[in-house]
Nanobody
């Protein structure tokens, strides 16, 4: 049974940094494109970043480009999201997701497995 477990969320001030981690089990991790999504209260879940199976390419939402970095360690079955220069509008529950595909998708419907989410709160 596939399982994704996020960690690293918390309460920070604007301008601070956080590093989220997502540990995968029950899947052949290197077969999956990995993505990070977020959902703020009253809003739909939105794409944040994704990384190819080998980790050689990454993609970002315009709102986080230049501030967030996605990476993965296939030996540790873990994907990361380094978040710098955090803003109050980054406040959301952050989810990691796995897509058994070769192409990178930004649509939530493309992803096969999801974590339970980790809360990130950025105060002004």
């Amino acid at each position: 049974q596939a399982q994704l477990v996020e960690s690293g969320g918390g309460l920070v001030q604007g301008g601070d940094s956080l590093r989220l981690s997502c540990a995968a089990s029950g899947v052949t991790f290197s077969w999956y494109v990995m993505g990070w999504f977020r959902q703020a209260p009253g809003k739909e879940r939105e794409f944040v970043a994704a990384i190819t199976r080998s980790g050689d390419s990454s993609f970002y939402a315009d709102s986080v480009k230049g501030r967030f970095t996605i990476s993965r360690d296939n030996a540790k079955n873990t994907v990361y999201l380094q978040m710098n220069s955090l803003k109050p509008e980054d406040t959301a529950v952050y989810y990691c997701a796995a897509d058994h595909d070769t192409a990178v998708h930004t649509d939530t419907r493309a992803y096969d497995y999801w974590g339970q989410g980790t809360q990130v709160t950025v105060s002004s």
